[in-house]
């Protein structure tokens, strides 16, 4: 075949063709003039020519307009425009024409006239782009004014914006010219806001101003209910806010009353509110005012601790007058607090937080000393403002000290739900990431139960077990959860199936049964629902195991230690003891064993197991084969 009978194929560079650019130009150039119109706007006594067709392509609005029948519709018709500024209508047909706005290089009154024109004509891409833009340029003098404006329109996105910069600045945006032009509603929006941390002194003496600029009446005593009374000393009360006239004494009496009859942390405290950033930090101001050890706990170093350094702690004691203290740089609104407890070894811990505004009333936000923690902590509570922030541990497993290696605190708007005060996951948190780990059970790695691998296993690995009759698989979960449900993967490299069942605590004391499947045979993956339950342990129990027909002797291992029975298998734990297996019910009571040495010892028992069965031999059967209950995965929410 001829090269002739294949198509060209041009380059994917150039087989298409894209002059975007030319057509803005060419059609902006017929916006300045009156060649070809068909309509003229009047805007404040400004011709502005057009073309119809244009413009009805490009907005709903002028569609509706110029085509819709009325006078608009006529030829060579002009129309004329209220309430609009004509710089702003002037950008607005450029945009039309070419698609272009230059909003750096406008003032920022025409820009508001500009956002409310592509507001009025439903140009929604314009008034995305417009406010996105203002977000950028928010200043203590244009905030005000921006927020109103925003507020007027109920551009939700820009609105948030504004609130979140004037939370920051308060005291300046009181301060500011542009605060004075803020309409009542916006106002009021703005005051009733817990994050608008400024003093109520502050707030008054400008309100003050505000009712001079706007004119007293029934606005002024509507604006001034959103003082927050009771937050202000006896002496601004009677030497700033009464001589003002401006409010009802019997209200000033009800705040003194409010006052002195509250508790501290009851009252409506204003906060900072800086969403999912650690505010616990030298950058805010915070700082370690109590405790041993103080300059760990901040420096955000969650790394490089031991027993030495890189923690702080204090000494545990029963009147839980000792503690952590951290004074935050300001008070700020919390709701997630996390920890990490000094997690070297396999300790456990109990403690409480509190919080307060002024170290004397202190709220306890979390209560955690009747269960025991390790590693990581991630807290979550209502939401509170808090100038303090105080840990104070209740127990420790190995002593009567409380190490704690970092603290971070913020306000989060992830969703989370609490019972009781303990939160409910919405996720697997049995997971080495969320901290968890198996504390009893025979593995090659300590933690393949948690891995998350739930493919690679087989004969020799990717499994914990325990041996029938002794023992048991237990995860502990870094903190307490009130879980419902449970997802595990038995062992499924053959056709055996198990019996089990398992049980939650809090302490590792008391157990309560949550699934009972001692007499269902079971295979693979197992997904379990029961009551809600708060738990910090899990413990897998099995009770049966299907491949235990066939005779599998455990032949001797040993260890040549003094005082071991030389006569008997013998096994070496990590410590150095030696324990002698006088048969098949002893093996497992000591969990996690040398992890190497019992994957060699059950590999052994696989092999002779695969021998003997071959022989004909009869009895029970040991280890992976038969008498080991054998989880490859286990997850728990």
């Known amino acids: 075949m001829s090269s002739n009978s294949h198509p060209l194929r041009p380059l994917a560079s150039v087989s298409e063709i894209d002059h975007i650019h030319l057509l803005s130009e060419q059609l902006g150039a017929l916006v300045p003039g009156e060649e070809y119109s068909d309509v003229t706007f009047i805007v404040e006594e400004k011709r502005?020519?057009?073309?119809?067709?244009?413009?009805?392509?490009?907005?709903?609005?002028?569609?509706?307009?110029?085509?819709?029948?009325?006078?608009?519709?006529?030829?060579?018709?002009?129309?004329?425009?209220?309430?609009?500024?004509?710089?702003?209508?002037?950008?607005?047909?450029?945009?039309?024409?070419?698609?272009?706005?230059?909003?750096?290089?406008?003032?920022?009154?025409?820009?508001?006239?500009?956002?409310?024109?592509?507001?009025?004509?439903?140009?929604?891409?314009?008034?995305?782009?417009?406010?996105?833009?203002?977000?950028?340029?928010?200043?203590?003098?244009?905030?005000?004014?921006?927020?109103?404006?925003?507020?007027?329109?109920?551009?939700?996105?820009?609105?948030?914006?504004?609130?979140?910069?004037?939370?920051?600045?308060?005291?300046?945006?009181?301060?500011?010219?542009?605060?004075?032009?803020?309409?009542?509603?916006?106002?009021?929006?703005?005051?009733?806001?817990?994050?608008?941390?400024?003093?109520?002194?502050?707030?008054?003496?400008?309100?003050?101003?505000?009712?001079?600029?706007?004119?007293?009446?029934?606005?002024?005593?509507?604006?001034?209910?959103?003082?927050?009374?009771?937050?202000?000393?006896?002496?601004?009360?009677?030497?700033?806010?009464?001589?003002?006239?401006?409010?009802?004494?019997?209200?000033?009496?009800?705040?003194?009353?409010?006052?002195?009859?509250?508790?501290?942390?009851?009252?409506?405290?204003?906060?900072?509110?800086?969403?999912?950033?650690?505010?616990?930090?030298?950058?805010?101001?915070?700082?370690?005012?109590?405790?041993?050890?103080?300059?760990?706990?901040?420096?955000?170093?969650?790394?490089?601790?031991?027993?030495?350094?890189?923690?702080?702690?204090?000494?545990?004691?029963?009147?839980?007058?000792?503690?952590?203290?951290?004074?935050?740089?300001?008070?700020?609104?919390?709701?997630?607090?996390?920890?990490?407890?000094?997690?070297?070894?396999?300790?456990?811990?109990?403690?409480?937080?509190?919080?307060?505004?002024?170290?004397?009333?202190?709220?306890r936000v979390v209560d955690h000393s009747k269960y025991l923690c390790r590693s990581w902590q991630n807290l979550f509570f209502t939401p509170r403002v808090a100038r303090y922030v105080r840990i104070v541990g209740t127990h420790n497993t190995v002593n009567k000290v409380f190490h704690l290696v970092a603290f971070e605190c913020m306000f989060t708007h992830r969703s989370f739900t609490l019972e009781k005060g303990i939160l409910v996951p919405n996720e697997n948190v049995a997971t080495i990431a969320a901290c968890s780990s198996v504390i009893e059970g025979v593995s090659r790695s300590r933690n393949a139960l948690l891995n998350g691998d739930t493919r690679n296993y087989d004969w020799d690995s990717g499994y914990t077990c325990h041996q029938l009759g002794s023992g048991a698989i237990v995860i502990q979960l870094a903190q307490p959860y009130t879980i419902g449900s449970l997802r595990l993967l038995l062992w499924d490299c053959d056709e055996r199936s198990y019996s089990y069942y398992i049980e939650v605590s809090t302490n590792q004391q008391q157990w309560t049964k949550v699934v009972d499947r001692t007499k269902v045979p079971c295979r693979s993956w197992q997904t379990l629902k029961f009551d809600k339950q708060p738990a910090s342990f899990i413990r897998i129990v099995g009770t049966n195991n299907t491949a235990n027909e066939a005779t599998i002797r455990f032949r001797q291992y040993r260890e040549d230690r003094a005082g071991a029975d030389q006569s008997r298998p013998v096994m070496m734990d990590r410590r150095g003891a030696v324990s002698t297996i006088k048969g098949p019910g002893q093996l497992a009571k000591e969990v996690f064993v040398d992890q190497e040495l019992a994957c060699k010892l059950c590999r052994l028992a696989v092999r002779w197991a695969l021998l003997e069965a071959r022989s004909g031999l009869t009895g029970a059967c040991f280890g992976t084969e038969a008498l080991a209950n054998s989880s490859h995965s286990v997850a728990a929410s």
């Open 48 to 363: 502005f020519p057009a073309h119809r067709v244009i413009l009805a392509a490009r907005c709903h609005y002028f569609r509706a307009l110029l085509y819709g029948g009325m006078k608009e519709s006529q030829p060579q018709a002009e129309v004329t425009l209220e309430e609009t500024r004509a710089e702003a209508f002037s950008m607005l047909l450029n945009y039309l024409y070419t698609g272009r706005a230059s909003l750096s290089s406008a003032r920022e009154e025409v820009l508001l006239d500009f956002l409310g024109l592509a507001h009025r004509y439903g140009l929604q891409p314009l008034e995305d782009s417009t406010s996105e833009f203002l977000r950028t340029i928010l200043h203590t003098h244009n905030v005000c004014l921006v927020f109103d404006v925003a507020s007027m329109y109920c551009l939700s996105a820009l609105s948030a914006a504004c609130c979140a910069y004037m939370d920051r600045r308060a005291p300046e945006v009181l301060a500011s010219d542009g605060f004075l032009t803020l309409s009542k509603t916006a106002l009021l929006t703005v005051l009733r806001r817990d994050s608008f941390a400024a003093s109520e002194k502050e707030i008054f003496q400008a309100l003050c101003h505000w009712s001079r600029q706007n004119g007293e009446g029934s606005a002024t005593q509507e604006v001034m209910a959103a003082v927050r009374l009771p937050l202000m000393s006896l002496t601004e009360m009677l030497n700033v806010v009464r001589p003002s006239g401006l409010l009802n004494p019997d209200d000033l009496l009800d705040a003194i009353k409010t006052r002195s009859e509250s508790r501290d942390m009851d009252l409506n405290y204003r906060g900072m509110l800086i969403p999912e950033e650690n505010i616990a930090t030298m950058k805010y101001g915070a700082q370690v005012v109590k405790g041993e050890l103080k300059s760990a706990l901040l420096d955000g170093d969650t790394q490089n601790y031991d027993l030495d350094h890189g923690f702080s702690r204090h000494p545990i004691e029963e009147d839980g007058r000792a503690g952590l203290q951290i004074k935050l740089g300001q008070a700020s609104i919390i709701n997630h607090i996390r920890i990490l407890l000094w997690d070297r070894d396999s300790r456990s811990y109990s403690y409480y937080i509190e919080v307060s505004m002024d170290e004397l009333d202190w709220v």
